[in-house]
Structures are given as structure tokens and as C-alpha cells.
């Protein structure tokens, strides 16, 4: 496995993240820094937690699944891919004022709801041959650095890049599910 793929993984999985993140100053005028580490911090935690729990949970069904495998992680990973770059495309989210989304339930909600595509990401990784600890901890810290970056540059990022960025995970992990299925079907 390229010592890169889990860089390109995290990049691709955390573009839900950096939306929000890169959305979060315009509903939140005044960040300070400790806003900045818990929102970073929760989206780099559930970014990692959710491909583990799908690793685990796809192990216990490892052998039922063997023979179809690398159709199952490309058909996840098209899926998601497809409805983030779909999303994408859409139009922008308006913001909820009325509430911090920098803490409590609605952090918590954006941070799993963020992190739900890496779960199912997960259940792939049954199908690679990579190292699921070290591969879990770059998606987290990869995550963290890309939501602590919108987080900090959000206002300037967003009239930028806007959700194009989620266009280009979608891509990403669309790939890394024809790559699964080439390297399955050409064994």
C-alpha cells in the first residue's frame, strides 16, 4: 500500500468536515481559539473512530463477504463519493444563529454526521492490505489540521474554494473504490 494513500483518505474523507468547518465563522463572528481546538478536535476524533468501528464490524463479517468484497468497498465508496460531489454541487446551507455550533449537541451532531461516509469507508478497509491503526490515526490528524485550517481561514476559504472542495473528495474516494475493484478483478 502507497505510505500516502492514508494522507489522500484523510483529505477526501474530511472535505464534509472542512465545509462545515470552513462555513462555522460566518455563523460564528467571534471564534476564539477554544472553539477552534473543540471543533477541530471533534471532527478529527469521529473522522477516526467511525472507519475503526466499520473495520471492526466489517471483520466480523469478513468471511461471509470475502468473495465480494471489493465490490462491497467500491460500491460504499462510489456511493458516498458520489453523494459528496453531488452535494457539492448544490447550493450553499444557511446557518442556524440561534445556537453555538461550536459545543454541545449540535458540535456532536455535526461531528457524527460529518463522519458517517467514514464509517462505511471502513467497512472497505477489510478488502486493503494496510495498516487500519496508522491509517485511522492519519484520517484523524488529517482531519484536525484541514478543519483547524477552516475553522482559522474560514471566511477567506469559503468565498474561495466553497463547496467545490467537496467535489473533490467525492472524486478522490470514487477512485479509491475503482482502484479496489481493478486491483481485485485483475488477480
Excluded: Y
Amino acid at each position: 500500500m502507497n505510505p500516502l494513500f492514508p494522507v489522500f483518505l484523510g483529505l477526501s474523507l474530511s472535505m464534509d468536515a472542512f465545509a462545515v468547518s470552513v462555513a462555522m465563522p460566518f455563523c460564528v463572528p467571534s471564534l476564539s481559539t477554544r472553539q477552534v481546538w473543540r471543533v477541530a478536535g471533534a471532527f478529527g476524533f469521529f473522522q477516526a473512530f467511525m472507519p475503526l468501528m466499520g473495520w471492526i464490524l466489517g471483520n466480523l463479517a469478513a468471511k461471509a463477504i470475502a468473495p465480494f468484497d471489493h465490490w462491497i468497498a467500491f460500491a460504499l465508496l462510489a456511493f458516498i463519493g458520489g453523494k459528496m460531489a453531488r452535494e457539492g454541487m448544490g447550493g450553499t446551507d444557511e446557518c442556524n444563529t440561534r445556537c453555538d455550533p461550536t459545543s454541545g449537541w449540535p458540535l456532536l451532531t455535526l461531528a457524527v454526521g460529518t463522519s458517517i461516509d467514514a464509517l462505511a469507508v471502513g467497512f472497505s478497509f477489510v478488502a486493503m492490505d494496510l495498516n487500519v491503526w496508522r491509517t485511522v490515526a492519519v484520517i484523524g490528524t488529517v482531519t484536525f489540521a484541514t478543519c483547524w485550517v477552516g475553522m482559522v481561514g474560514g471566511r477567506r476559504i469559503g468565498r474561495f474554494f466553497g463547496k467545490r472542495m467537496e467535489v473533490v473528495g467525492g472524486l478522490v474516494l470514487i477512485g479509491i473504490g475503482l482502484k479496489i475493484l481493478i486491483e481485485h478483478l485483475s488477480k
